[in-house]
């Protein structure tokens, strides 16, 4: 099953409904999340909670220190996946940032990243909506199965 934030954009909501019934994924009802924009549960495996940020919502998130509070909250629920929606690397030119002045320069965001991934928080990138509706199929999907349940599909 997959949850959804009431607060993502209705645009993409809809879009996950879409795809993860076609799949015939069940979908629960859209609600106020209180940590994580989507909740996966793979054949009652467990938890994934899914962090989505945009380059601009991450680069702000980090500026005021609400990055850490939502991952360190995703982490006490579950496996939590760090979704970012664009590329985060904005392009300098000799030194001087592009036009994308809202983002953190590229090191500073490599800091962040590999900071996130020692505290045990996955990083996926997506390309754009539609992509991040794959990605959330694809990490449904490749969820390991429960630990008892493995035997049964081994002779």
């Keep these: 099953m997959i949850l959804c934030d009431s607060r993502e954009p209705k645009?993409?909501?809809?879009?996950?409904h879409d795809a993860f019934?076609?799949?015939r994924i069940p979908v629960g009802e859209d609600t106020a999340l209180r940590f994580g924009d989507f909740w996966l549960t793979p054949l009652g495996n467990g938890?994934?909670?899914v962090e989505r940020k945009t380059p601009r919502d991450l680069?702000?998130?980090v500026?005021?220190?609400r990055l850490w509070k939502q991952l360190s909250g995703c982490l006490e629920l579950g496996e939590t996946i760090l979704l970012i929606e664009g590329n985060p690397f904005p392009d300098y030119v000799s030194g001087v940032q592009s036009?994308?002045?809202h983002l953190l320069h590229p090191n500073a965001m490599r800091g962040v990243l590999f900071s996130a991934q020692r505290e045990g928080v996955r990083v996926v990138q997506s390309a754009s909506g539609d992509d991040t509706v794959r990605a959330l199929?694809?990490?449904?999907?490749?969820a390991p199965l429960p630990h008892e349940s493995w035997r049964k599909h081994v002779d």
Excluded at 11 to 16: E, P, Q
């Design 11 to 16: 645009g993409l909501r809809l879009a996950v």
């Design 59 to 61: 680069s702000n998130s």
């Design 63 to 65: 500026i005021d220190k």
């Design 137 to 142: 199929i694809w990490l449904y999907r490749s």
């Design 21 to 23: 019934e076609e799949k």
């Design 99 to 101: 036009s994308r002045a």
């Design 47 to 49: 938890l994934i909670v």
